[in-house]
């Protein structure tokens, strides 16, 4: 599994543009404010934990090259930009749980000349990439003890390794369960309208050799109906201290599904995803997009009476009630989620 959606080479930020796949592999170097939140704002780099990963090296990548001479001019600054980074996208928490890092790395080193701090920034920036890594390592570890072998799985989105440092959430365990023979059957939803499941999960899982097998989003309940699903893994962008998930547009009719159908529900959220501020649904901000993405995108002539009216939300929240179990990288948590969620954000301390 060498699929990664960034990297920080030869004081390059690079990132794969996933608007391309799977047609063309085409990475760009960002280098400036204005690329990096475009790149983020079009899910050129997309997924919550690779946002946070790009904002990280997004906001020192626009400040390794400032004049400030000291500290005060330095900051103002780095607030300015980063405030910029974190208005590209309103759902995915780990956009601005990364930027604070990143701020509190600044005031941490507040005493040190200006080189330091930048230097200081770039290490940060290395660690959140590293740790989001490690914890989708340890999130396929421990979804995949709730699974068996030669089960079907059914996912949504992409939260496979292009949504994360490597590996990916959701989708980790199904790489890990492939190395040892597990042999999963996988069908991914297309993910309308940007189509992250059919471009993205079906392009990463084929690439691994593992089964999937593409449908529409209007044709889970009959794959469920059919009894080809033992299993639901989804990512999430943003979940509250009472354990509601938000995540791609789709996810919660799925969970209500699945809940009808008597199949396991689990959400994969590393801890870098989980708003501990929200507690409530309505808590969560949901990003609305352009209404071409419905009728015109994909299509050479636009697929709706001209004028039509839109509404495109980009995510949903899934209500803790259908969720069987939160996978971390701390482990997995049942209900009740609120007190086991409170117990969890203890153990961060
Ligand atoms: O709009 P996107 O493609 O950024 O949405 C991504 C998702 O909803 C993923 O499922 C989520 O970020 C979890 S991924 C690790």
Not at 191 to 216: F, N
Request: charge should be negative.
């Amino acid at each position: 599994m060498n699929i990664v959606p960034l990297k920080y080479e030869d004081d390059k930020l690079l990132i794969l543009d996933q608007t391309k796949l799977p047609n063309e592999t085409v990475w760009l170097n960002l280098e400036t404010l204005e690329d990096v939140w475009e790149a983020i704002y079009s899910l050129r780099v997309r997924g919550a934990p690779a946002i946070g990963v790009a904002a990280a090296y997004g906001v020192y990548v626009c400040v390794r090259d400032s004049d400030a001479k000291d500290f005060d001019s330095f900051y103002k600054e780095f607030k300015e930009k980063s405030d910029y980074l974190n208005s590209s996208r309103p759902t995915a928490v780990n956009l601005s749980w990364a930027l604070a890092r990143m701020e509190k790395c600044v005031l941490a080193n507040k005493d040190k000349p200006i080189d330091e701090i930048k230097s200081a920034l770039l290490k940060k920036a290395h660690l959140i990439r590293q740790e989001d890594e490690y914890s989708c390592r340890m999130l396929g570890e421990h979804g995949l003890s709730l699974l068996k072998p030669g089960m079907g799985i059914l996912t949504h989105c992409n939260a496979g390794a292009l949504a994360t440092a490597k590996y990916g959430t959701a989708l980790s365990p199904l790489y890990l369960g492939n190395e040892r023979g597990y042999n999963f059957k996988v069908f991914a939803n297309e993910t309308r309208p940007l189509l992250q499941g059919a471009r993205l999960t079906a392009w990463e899982l084929s690439q691994a050799g593992i089964d999937v097998t593409l449908i529409c989003d209007n044709m889970a309940s009959i794959v469920m109906q059919n009894g080809w699903i033992d299993a639901v893994l989804v990512g999430c962008d943003r979940m509250t201290s009472k354990g509601h998930g938000a995540n791609k547009i789709g996810t919660s009719g799925l969970a209500i599904l699945a809940k009808e159908y008597g199949i396991p529900f689990y959400m994969f959220v590393p801890t870098s995803t989980i708003d501990f501020d929200a507690k409530e649904m309505s808590d969560i901000p949901i990003e609305e997009r352009k209404g071409e993405e419905i009728y015109s995108l994909w299509y050479e002539k636009e697929m709706a009476p001209k004028g039509i009216k839109t509404y495109n939300p980009a995510f949903d929240v899934t209500d803790a009630k259908y969720i069987t179990a939160i996978i971390t990288e701390k482990g997995i948590i049942y209900p009740p989620f609120e007190e086991n969620l409170k117990e969890l954000k203890d153990r961060l301390k």
